[in-house]
């Protein structure tokens, strides 16, 4: 599975939106882009996945590059309960399910 | 629906010692995931059970850890005997099938803490 690099740590304030960089230069054609994360004390938690296209569901937005090289996961209203560590993941389809995570970047979301 | 169990949430053992940890899956999931997450680290897979056969046991430490999902349901993970660098939370997740793309569901751990 591609390497991805994120930044170690970002902050945001509520209410504003929330952007996450996810570099994956070497990624496959045939490799996924997913975002989890994990909020203190918890598992970690699915928020979205896209191969080419940008997807949106209720809980953010995907933005990848059109060379597929990066993406951005979009918080559009960040809240306090948005502060968590967020891990980019990429993973070849149609392989055994194994997520290989990085450290992700811990969004603190300011009041 | 009811999420991922697992017992016990924290678990504090002497080195040496043996140690187990139990996850019930979502119900009608057949994969379950077992992952060791290290303080300042992102999870990593241990093992992968596809029903109760093992599809990926790669980076499970088999000297030591061993893990059984009897019936495709219910799974443990033991440790014996434990190490000091065993400390870590133990994450047990689920998900519906082995393909993708789908999401995984994650348990809240096991905090263990070795002496």
Known sequence: ?111 | EAGVAQSPRYKIIEKRQSVAFWCNPISGHATLYWYQQILGQGPKLLIQFQNNGVVDDSQLPKDRFSAERLKGVDSTLKIQPAKLEDSAVYLCASSFTGTDPYEQYFGPGTRLTVT
């Open chain 1, 1 to 111: 599975d591609a390497k991805t690099t994120q930044p170690p740590s970002m902050d945001c304030a509520e209410g504003r939106a929330a952007n996450l960089p996810c570099n994956h230069s070497t990624i496959s054609g045939n490799e996924y882009v997913y975002w989890y994360r994990q909020i203190h004390s918890q598992g970690p938690q699915y928020i979205i996945h896209g191969l080419k296209n940008n997807e949106t569901n209720e809980m953010a937005s995907l933005i990848i590059t059109e060379d597929r090289k990066s993406s951005t996961l979009i918080l559009p209203h960040a809240t306090l309960r948005d502060t968590a560590v967020y891990y980019c993941i990429v993973r070849v389809a149609g392989s055994n399910y194994k997520l290989t995570f990085g450290k992700g970047t811990l969004l603190t979301v300011n009041p």
